[in-house]
């Protein structure tokens, strides 16, 4: 357990559906990343926060994908209208300053 | 697309022989990182190694960076069972973002 949660574990959904992950970092870290991994393949960076700011996105996310980190502790990501290939897991990440990244056990999403 | 190169994608050893996995990467970094993950799993940090470093070690894990030849390895020691898993590198460009690599497949044989 590295200390940083994420919730659900694991998401089942239909083509089309919305949903929402959370992320819970380590405390006292002022960033946090989101990453996708598809099978056979490492993560891929999406966005990062530090503190409550969006510093970066990846050309990797459309328009669909939208994340927050409203009081600079957790952050959701949301994909709307999802896609057979958005399925992936999504990790999170968290970190003080630039040092080591601390990875979340990642949401498994699976899209019908 | 991705930053790092890990060479061989996939190893299998006997128990008790040493594992090197090598990471190629093609810009200046501010660091490189290098995690495991089980099958399925989140990933677990292992060691981070910075750009003014040449080598570090934890435990038996043993890592080298080469900042001429944009390179890395993982030399794992004396290797268990229980380090069956995916091996990646992943370097820091700016601002803590991470590119990995595709992986090593390290299969360790009882």
């Known amino acids: 357990d590295t200390g940083v949660s994420q919730d659900p574990r694991h998401k089942i959904t239909k083509r089309g559906q919305n949903v929402t992950f959370r992320c819970d970092p380590i405390s006292e870290h002022n960033r946090l990343y989101w990453y996708r991994q598809t099978l056979g393949q490492g993560p891929e960076f999406l966005t990062y926060f530090q503190n409550e700011a969006q510093l970066e996105k990846s050309r990797l996310l459309s328009d669909r994908f939208s994340a927050e980190r409203p009081k600079g502790s957790f952050s959701t990501l949301e994909i709307q209208r999802t896609e057979q290939g958005d399925s992936a897991m999504y990790l999170c990440?968290?970190?003080?300053?630039?040092?080591?990244?601390?990875f979340g056990p990642g949401t498994r999403l699976t899209v019908l | 697309s991705q930053q790092g190169e890990e060479d061989p994608q996939a190893l299998s050893i006997q128990e008790g022989e040493n594992a090197t996995m090598n990471c190629s990467y093609k810009?200046?970094?501010?660091?490189l990182q290098w995690y495991r993950q089980n099958s399925g799993r989140g990933l677990v940090h292992l060691i981070l190694i910075r750009s003014n470093e040449r080598e570090k070690h934890s435990g038996r894990l043993r890592v080298t960076l080469d900042t001429s030849k944009k390179s890395s390895s993982l030399l794992i020691t004396a290797s268990r069972a229980a380090d069956t898993a995916s091996y990646f590198c992943a370097t820091d460009l700016s601002a803590g973002k991470l590119i990995f690599g595709q992986g090593t497949e390290l299969s360790v044989k009882p």
């Open positions: 990440a968290s970190s003080f300053w630039g040092d080591t990244q601390y």
């Open positions: 810009t200046s970094i501010n660091n």
